[in-house]
Each structure stands twice: as C-alpha cells, then as structure tokens.
C-alpha cells in the first residue's frame, strides 16, 4: 500500500524532461527530496557545473531553478541503485524514440529504455513504490511495466516490495518549459489505485489549481499525450500546406490565420506557419500512433495520420525548392546565410530541425552554407548534417570564384553569415533575426541578394526599402 506521505523522489533521465520538470518540483516543494539520475555521466556533469551557462540544455528561466534548489532539495547523479532504493515515488523520463530495426522499424517505438528502467526499479525498490511514466509511451506500456514489476515483487526475497503505476504524461514545450510547468493548462494522471493518484496530485497540488489536475483510466492517459502532439502537428502541416496556396493565389496566410483563429472554434494559436514542424516528439509520437493504428487493424485512421507528417517533410523540400529557383535555378557556388539551425526559438534542441532538410538540400545544390545560431554550437550542426565542417573553407567562403561541391561553414556572428551572401535564410525564430539593419545587410550581401523569411518574422517594408529581394512564407506578393 503506499505510504501516507512522498518524501523521496528519483527521476530516472536528466533530459529535456527530467531536467526541467524535477527543478520546478523541487522549487515548489521544498520539503521534498529529488534526485535526478541518469546513466550518461557528462550530462550529469554539465548539469553539477558551477557555471550556469554551461547546463546541458537551454531553457530560459531554467537556470535560476537550478541555482536556487541544487544541492538544497535537489540533486544530479549517476547513482540510479542508492536513489531508486531510496525513493517513495520513482519518475521514468528516459528518451523513447522510433524504433530503427526489427518489428515495428520506423514507426514503433522503441521501449528499450523504459524497460531497462522498469528493471531497475523492479531490481533496487525497496518498500512501496510509486513509478510514474513521464516519458511520452504508446497505450498499454503501463502493462508491461507492471508485468516486470510484479514478477520481481513474486521474486522478492523481501515480500514488503509493491508497486503501483501511474500515468503523468509532460505537455511541457521546449523554449517555453518553465513557464508551462509553473502555469500547466492541465496535469493529467492516469491510473487504478486512487491512493496512489492522490499522492500525486498533493505533489502538483503545491501550485496548480485542483480544477486543473485531470484524473483517467490509465490507458486514457497515455492515449491523450499521442493525441495531443497529433492534434498540434495537424495545426502545424493544415496551416503550411494553406501557405502553398496563399503563395500561388495571391493571398497572405497571416490574414487567412487571423481570419480563421477569430472562430472560437478554431482558436489563434499554433497557427504560424514556418518551415515546417520539427522537435524531438511530433513525428515520433505521430508515427508511434500510425503503428498503434495498424496494430490494431485501422488502416484507414493510420493513413490519415500519416499525411501529417508526409505534407511536413513535402513542405521543408517545397521551401529549398523555391530557394534555388529564385536565385536564378542554381545555388551551386554561391554562398547562403543561414539563419537559425534550431527547432525553435529559445532552446539548444535540433532535433527534427527543418533546418537540417533545407541545409542538406542546399548543400546537395551545391551551396556553400554560413550557419549562425545563438545557441546551437558547430559540434552538433556537424553531427546533425553529417557533413564535416572544412575549416580551410571557411575562408574562402566568401570567395565566390571558390567553386566548391556544396558544404557549410560556421558563423560565429550575424554578420559574418551575411558578407558576401547571395541570399539569407531565416529558419528559427530567434528575437535578434528580427532586429537585423538590413541597410547595413545591402552593404555587405552581393546583390541582387535574397532574403528568404520562413518564419514571418520580419517586417517586409524594412527589407525592400533597403534594397533587398524578399520571400515571405505564404505571402501571395512575393
Ligand atoms: P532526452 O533524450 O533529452 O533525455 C532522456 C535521458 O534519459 C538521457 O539523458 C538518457 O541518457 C537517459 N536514460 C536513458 N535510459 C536510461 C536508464 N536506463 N537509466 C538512466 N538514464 C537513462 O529525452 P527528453 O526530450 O527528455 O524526452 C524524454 C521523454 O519525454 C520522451 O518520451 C519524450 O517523448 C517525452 N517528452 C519530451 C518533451 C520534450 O520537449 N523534449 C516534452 C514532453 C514529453
Ligand atoms: C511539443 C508540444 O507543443 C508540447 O505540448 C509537447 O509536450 C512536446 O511537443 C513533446 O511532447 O515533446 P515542442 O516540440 O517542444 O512541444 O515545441 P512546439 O512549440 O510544439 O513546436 C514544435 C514545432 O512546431 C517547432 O518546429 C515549431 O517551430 C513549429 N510550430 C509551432 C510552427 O511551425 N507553428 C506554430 O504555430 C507552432
């Protein structure tokens, strides 16, 4: 049975979840003890580093989380043993991402992770333990964690060990985490035993309204995080695929999204389009529900979910496309600023980045790529590319007589990603994109120069009163 009150509490991954949701935890619970632990030692390191920049992830207000309850209510280790051992209610935060081989390959995902932590728990946990899923999991995980658990609570040498599973999906979004953990729309908590619900919802009961802290059956739960990252990504792909219209009918997608997001029905939000939706869990997610939907024989709902992600990915190639046509049908040669690598504003995260499609496309045109982004470093544009950052390029990137077969450079600066560029390209929303002088950028770009505007961002007559070409996303003048 569990115990009347939580004490202890172990969270199993210090990524862009466990990180983040564990030091609002811990700064509105205070008297609460967390311990977040994970089995990849350098990020447990950047997360115990004394300089606060240098924190594994980037998330604005994150930092003063950590320098507030580190070390006082809250830790960082590679202690998983000790911590789960000692804990009342263990959270899985670990990565789920799409399985790559064997059954299920490109749309299942794979539960490797979670059931090595289920394991863990099931090897460690001593007395009763509440283990919370918090990583995104397909309908049904709770059943196979609960199978690992009861078979080592029938194995127990120490028959007091029990369990029970709860469901707690994050509906946190990166560059804006804080903030939506501090004010959620709604926690959502999944499971059977109503003791064990109730323990958890003291926990988010500290700062979130009762009215807000939603209870389900457990399967709901899980369903309802599926559902919730495929009803925004369908936003996302039905908004750009608008702009495609917009673009070849003369109308503005700013005016049509306005119009619409007016109904109350609809709503204004999550109706900007951009260069396409990217982040470590749309796609994911979306095709983790197509492989739920084939499994359970409905075809028909897969294939509807699927276009989701087929009309992104048509979206981000309809973007490089419309790139090298305007600059006269070739790229090849010419040197590109490009403007923002990450997913999104305000976050270090590139995964699923359109900027990776669209840079790739380029540099297969044979562009030569200056990349600039506030908080993405080299070392991961590299990775994420797959194209080696050729240092002696650097230099004569902007030495247009360099026929190179396409490749990309670093810009440490605005500035330098725009001298000698052909076109620029903004692919984040970063705040400083906006504040660009584009009268200094008409000195310094060759012309005729492009400005390619994928994220809306900019305010078209500053661009065009000094001089420059300008491409708007799903604006019908361009
Ligand atoms: P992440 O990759 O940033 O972090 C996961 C961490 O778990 C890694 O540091 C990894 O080393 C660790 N880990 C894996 N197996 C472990 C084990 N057995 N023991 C200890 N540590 C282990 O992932 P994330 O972005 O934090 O996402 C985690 C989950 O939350 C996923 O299911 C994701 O879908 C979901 N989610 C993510 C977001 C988001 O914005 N990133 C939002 C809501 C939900
Ligand atoms: C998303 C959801 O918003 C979260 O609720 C969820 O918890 C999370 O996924 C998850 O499960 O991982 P996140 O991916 O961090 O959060 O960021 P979003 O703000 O949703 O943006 C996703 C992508 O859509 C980004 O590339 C963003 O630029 C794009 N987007 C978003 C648009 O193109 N237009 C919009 O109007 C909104």
């Given at each position: 049975m569990p115990s009347t009150e939580i004490k202890n509490i172990c969270c199993i991954g210090a990524g862009y979840v466990g990180g983040p949701t564990m030091s609002v935890i811990a700064d509105?619970?205070?008297?609460?003890?967390?311990?977040?632990?994970?089995?990849?030692?350098q990020r447990i390191k950047a997360w115990n580093s004394k300089n606060l920049q240098d924190l594994p992830?980037?998330?604005?207000?994150?930092?003063?989380?950590?320098?507030?309850?580190?070390?006082?209510?809250?830790?960082?280790?590679?202690?998983?043993?000790k911590n789960i051992s000692n804990a009342?209610?263990?959270?899985?935060s670990v990565n789920t991402p799409t399985k790559t081989k064997g059954i299920g390959a490109g749309k299942a995902s794979d539960l490797k992770w979670v059931e090595a932590c289920a394991r863990q728990v099931s090897k460690y946990a001593s007395g009763h333990t509440i283990v919370v899923e918090?990583?995104?999991?397909?309908?049904?995980?709770?059943?196979?964690?609960?199978?690992?658990?009861?078979d080592a609570q029938l194995n127990s040498q120490n028959s007091k060990t029990t369990f029970d599973v709860l469901s707690n999906p994050e509906f946190l979004a990166e560059g804006s985490a804080i903030e939506d953990l501090e004010n959620p729309d709604r926690v959502l908590i999944g499971g059977e035993n109503i003791e064990a619900i109730n323990l958890l919802s003291e926990i988010y009961l500290n700062w979130v309204a009762e009215e807000k802290i939603l209870h389900t059956n457990i399967w709901s739960s899980e369903l309802a995080k599926l559902t919730s990252n495929a009803f925004l990504a369908q936003r996302i792909s039905s908004i750009n695929s608008i702009s495609a219209i917009c673009e070849a009918t003369g109308a503005d997608v700013r005016e049509v999204s306005r119009a619409i997001g007016s109904d109350s029905r609809i709503g204004s939000?999550?109706?900007?389009?951009?260069?396409?939706?990217?982040?470590?869990?749309?796609?994911?997610d979306i095709l983790n529900l197509v492989y739920l939907c084939?499994?359970?024989?409905?075809?028909?709902?897969?294939?509807?979910?699927?276009?989701?992600?087929?009309?992104n990915k048509w979206h981000q190639h309809r973007i490089s496309k419309l790139i090298v046509k305007k600059l006269f049908g070739t790229v090849s040669g010419k040197k590109i600023s490009i403007l923002g690598f990450a997913f999104k504003a305000n976050t270090n995260d590139t995964r699923e980045s359109a900027a990776i499609v669209i840079c790739k496309d380029l540099i297969e045109e044979g562009a030569l790529l200056s990349i600039h982004d506030p908080k993405v470093d080299k070392y991961q544009i590299e990775k994420d590319l797959?194209?080696?950052?050729?240092?002696?390029?650097?230099?004569?990137?902007?030495?247009?007589?360099?026929?190179?077969?396409?490749?990309?450079?670093?810009?440490?600066s605005i500035k330098k990603s725009l001298i000698g560029a052909d076109a620029s390209i903004i692919l984040t929303e970063w705040n400083e994109y906006g504040n660009i002088d584009w009268n200094m950028a008409k000195k310094i770009m060759r012309s005729p120069s492009w400005i390619f505007d994928a994220r809306s961002i900019l305010i078209p007559e500053k661009v065009k009163n000094a001089g420059l070409n300008l491409w708007r996303i799903g604006d019908g003048s361009n």
């Amino acid at each position: 049975m569990p115990s009347t009150e939580i004490k202890n509490i172990c969270c199993i991954g210090a990524g862009y979840v466990g990180g983040p949701t564990m030091s609002v935890i811990a700064d509105k619970c205070p008297h609460l003890h967390i311990h977040v632990v994970d089995i990849d030692e350098q990020r447990i390191k950047a997360w115990n580093s004394k300089n606060l920049q240098d924190l594994p992830i980037y998330e604005p207000g994150l930092d003063e989380k950590i320098k507030k309850c580190r070390d006082i209510n809250l830790y960082f280790s590679t202690e998983i043993e000790k911590n789960i051992s000692n804990a009342d209610m263990v959270f899985i935060s670990v990565n789920t991402p799409t399985k790559t081989k064997g059954i299920g390959a490109g749309k299942a995902s794979d539960l490797k992770w979670v059931e090595a932590c289920a394991r863990q728990v099931s090897k460690y946990a001593s007395g009763h333990t509440i283990v919370v899923e918090k990583s995104t999991l397909p309908v049904k995980t709770a059943e196979v964690i609960k199978i690992i658990l009861e078979d080592a609570q029938l194995n127990s040498q120490n028959s007091k060990t029990t369990f029970d599973v709860l469901s707690n999906p994050e509906f946190l979004a990166e560059g804006s985490a804080i903030e939506d953990l501090e004010n959620p729309d709604r926690v959502l908590i999944g499971g059977e035993n109503i003791e064990a619900i109730n323990l958890l919802s003291e926990i988010y009961l500290n700062w979130v309204a009762e009215e807000k802290i939603l209870h389900t059956n457990i399967w709901s739960s899980e369903l309802a995080k599926l559902t919730s990252n495929a009803f925004l990504a369908q936003r996302i792909s039905s908004i750009n695929s608008i702009s495609a219209i917009c673009e070849a009918t003369g109308a503005d997608v700013r005016e049509v999204s306005r119009a619409i997001g007016s109904d109350s029905r609809i709503g204004s939000k999550f109706l900007d389009s951009g260069p396409g939706f990217g982040g470590s869990c749309f796609k994911k997610d979306i095709l983790n529900l197509v492989y739920l939907c084939e499994y359970f024989g409905l075809p028909e709902v897969a294939k509807f979910w699927e276009e989701v992600i087929e009309i992104n990915k048509w979206h981000q190639h309809r973007i490089s496309k419309l790139i090298v046509k305007k600059l006269f049908g070739t790229v090849s040669g010419k040197k590109i600023s490009i403007l923002g690598f990450a997913f999104k504003a305000n976050t270090n995260d590139t995964r699923e980045s359109a900027a990776i499609v669209i840079c790739k496309d380029l540099i297969e045109e044979g562009a030569l790529l200056s990349i600039h982004d506030p908080k993405v470093d080299k070392y991961q544009i590299e990775k994420d590319l797959g194209i080696k950052l050729n240092l002696n390029e650097e230099s004569k990137s902007e030495d247009h007589s360099y026929k190179s077969k396409g490749g990309w450079t670093y810009a440490p600066s605005i500035k330098k990603s725009l001298i000698g560029a052909d076109a620029s390209i903004i692919l984040t929303e970063w705040n400083e994109y906006g504040n660009i002088d584009w009268n200094m950028a008409k000195k310094i770009m060759r012309s005729p120069s492009w400005i390619f505007d994928a994220r809306s961002i900019l305010i078209p007559e500053k661009v065009k009163n000094a001089g420059l070409n300008l491409w708007r996303i799903g604006d019908g003048s361009n």
